[in-house]
């Protein structure tokens, strides 16, 4: 199995802040890797997909790098409305292996 | 609008089974592989099982392997998941996902609310 190792687990910013969270892969993933917002108590929703485009309707303070084993997302500018637990995903290989999540907190 | 509706979580003890269903509308149910994922109270995700559009590709996680079943019903638009011989270790909260392609090794785009799943004597 390809194991996501993602960073850092978790991370204190104060609103209007740079964000960067990091996710390697075991292997190369080319650019198969999605990127997951979970709000407390809610499902995940796809923000990123194939490591760098945005899906439709999510705010363009959201960004994705990179390719092959490392990968990086970004929110350009923190709001509040951004505190969530954050999810890589590989789908190079079954099984379509998660990181171990990022958990985003305002300072 | 995409939804999908998770129903037949609940409590069940170990070693009995339990059948979850996911409810699809508002796409082209046979145009996607479906995926089941889940999390247990307050970790992270984990990816259970996945299907192709036309059942033809199957996969699942080792931790499930042998004992879940994955399957669906096109003309019904739904998923399945059989869950056999269960642990204390399959609690969790299961959701159902729309793949982002036709086939399982693929992310998902679209999740239900989830079903919860609690596995005790």
């Known amino acids: 199995d390809i194991q996501m190792t993602q960073s850092p687990s978790s991370l204190s910013a104060s609103v209007g802040d740079r964000v960067t969270i990091t996710c390697q892969a075991s292997q190369d993933i080319s650019n198969y890797l999605n990127w997951y917002q979970q709000k407390p108590g809610k499902a995940p929703k796809l923000l990123i997909y194939?490591?760098?485009n945005l899906e439709t309707g999510v705010p363009s303070r959201f960004s994705g790098s990179g390719s092959g084993t490392d990968f990086t997302f970004t929110i350009s500018s923190l709001q509040p409305e951004d505190i969530a637990t954050y999810y890589c995903q590989q789908y190079d290989n079954l099984p379509p292996t998660f990181g171990q999540g990022t958990k985003l907190e305002i300072k | 609008e995409v939804q999908l509706v998770e129903s037949g979580g609940g409590l069940v003890q170990p070693g009995r089974s339990l059948r979850l269903s996911c409810a699809a509308s508002?796409?082209?149910?046979?145009?996607?592989?479906m995926h089941w994922v889940r999390q247990a109270p307050g970790k992270g995700l984990e990816w259970v099982s996945g299907i192709s559009w036309n059942s033809g590709s199957i996969g699942y996680a080792d931790s499930v392997k042998g004992r879940f079943t994955i399957s669906r019903d096109n003309a019904k638009n739904s998923l399945y998941l059989q869950m056999n011989s269960l642990r204390a270790e399959d609690t969790a909260l299961y959701y159902c996902a729309k793949a982002s392609k036709d086939q399982a090794v693929a992310g998902s785009d679209y999740w239900g609310q989830g079903t919860l799943v609690t596995v005790s004597s």
């Open positions: 194939d490591a760098s």
């Open positions: 508002g796409f082209t149910f046979d145009d996607y592989a």
